[in-house]
């Protein structure tokens, strides 16, 4: 297998501002390899990172993009020509973070597109620490490219769950259920056996459809406040005769009304697990908290240690992957990312290099 020179990249070169772009394939450091990049998938963090003037740790000109499957091309020779997933986030492995099992928040991690140097997954290649690599053994037909959206649309809502505990019988809420995030977070809760999975979101048409993907019970934010929100859950309820304490909800839109429709909800021993991103401030009492006996948890990517775990749920069929995806050329990219940013997209869009 040849090793190529060159990279070929759509770099941010300032915050709204995309190039197309040469750059020079590093040398291999001991441990790292090439990845020949199949996809990657367009995040609502790369959006907030291009638009929203959220900083990342690399600062521009980078290349952008953190959910990445790919071949091996070169490093170690027992690699080369492995199928692989790149986790969004590879902890060092070394500091008493990730001794302590929290490696997922790693104070020195690398995350392609925002901490590993100039290299991210809007490319042809790119380097990667090759330890926590998700090889792909046998994608039993499922196309390479889809698997791309394994590296963070499914494996943080799956560390969400992990860090809430999820187990047979819970019951469980999640709000912005129809996005990115949360039409795998609605499937996760199932697959691991929660009892109820109410899905909250604003389109009712995106909502029927979780019906069919996890969800026990959708309820629309349209034409409802807060407080309407709550009532409806409450009626749900009192009509399936459930507790309306001991709630897990994750809170996936990474808006200020998810946000507030989340700390509306959380009542007696509940938990909420914040899984997405806004930079909105909320107010809330939290002197609730100790009179609920509450948490409220955050929650970040997730450790490599469960790729394996959630790419057997997807190639098992507990998690769908095909209805939530959209493949498009790279060349594309400043029009996914217009698309994301605007509120328009009915699936995740998946970019396939065509430089």
Same mark, same amino acid.
């Given at each position: ?70 071949? @091996? ?10 199928? %692989? ?63 791309? @959206? ?46 109820? @999975? ?27 406040? %807060? ?46 697990? %914040? ?81």
């Amino acid at each position: 297998m040849s090793i190529p020179t060159k990279i070929d990249t759509w770099q941010m070169v300032e915050p709204g501002k995309l190039e197309r772009t040469t750059i020079d394939v590093p040398e291999l450091k001991p441990g790292e390899a090439l990845v020949k990049v199949a996809a990657c998938g367009v995040c609502h963090t790369d959006v907030g990172y291009f638009f929203d003037g959220v900083p990342t740790v690399q600062k521009p000109p980078l290349t952008l993009g953190h959910e990445v499957s790919g071949t @091996v091309v070169a490093g170690d020779a027992s690699l080369i020509g492995k199928e %692989v997933i790149v986790p969004a986030v590879m902890p060092c492995n070394k500091c008493d973070i990730c001794a302590s099992g929290r490696g997922n928040r790693c104070l020195k991690q690398k995350m392609p597109g925002n901490s590993m140097g100039i290299y991210g997954g809007f490319a042809s290649y790119m380097p990667v620490p090759a330890d926590d690599l998700c090889i792909i053994e046998d994608r039993k037909g499922m196309p390479l490219e889809h698997m791309a @959206v394994i590296a963070d649309a499914i494996t943080s809502p799956y560390q969400a769950a992990m860090r809430a505990g999820i187990k047979e019988g819970d019951l469980v809420i999640v709000t912005g259920a129809t996005g990115g995030i949360g039409v795998y977070m609605t499937q996760i809760a199932a697959a691991l056996g929660a009892k109820e @999975v109410i899905a909250i979101a604003r389109n009712k048409e995106k909502l029927e459809r979780s019906l069919q993907y996890g969800a026990t019970k959708a309820i629309s934010t349209l034409d409802k406040d %807060v407080k309407g929100i709550r009532d409806d859950f409450r009626a749900y309820c009192k009509e399936k005769g459930l507790p309306t304490y001991g709630w897990k909800i994750f809170e996936c839109s990474g808006s200020k009304v998810g946000q507030e429709i989340g700390l509306e909800l959380l009542s007696f021993v509940w938990k909420m697990i %914040v899984v997405g991103y806004g930079m909105q401030k909320t107010e809330y009492m939290l002197s609730r908290l100790m009179a609920f006996d509450a948490e409220i948890i955050g929650t970040w990517g997730c450790l490599p240690k469960y790729y394996k775990d959630v790419l057997n749920m997807v190639l098992d069929g507990k998690i769908k992957v095909e209805p939530f995806v959209e493949v498009r050329p790279m060349s594309q990219i400043l029009k996914a990312f217009e698309e994301s940013h605007a509120g328009k997209l009915t699936k995740r869009i998946v970019l396939v290099p065509d430089f």
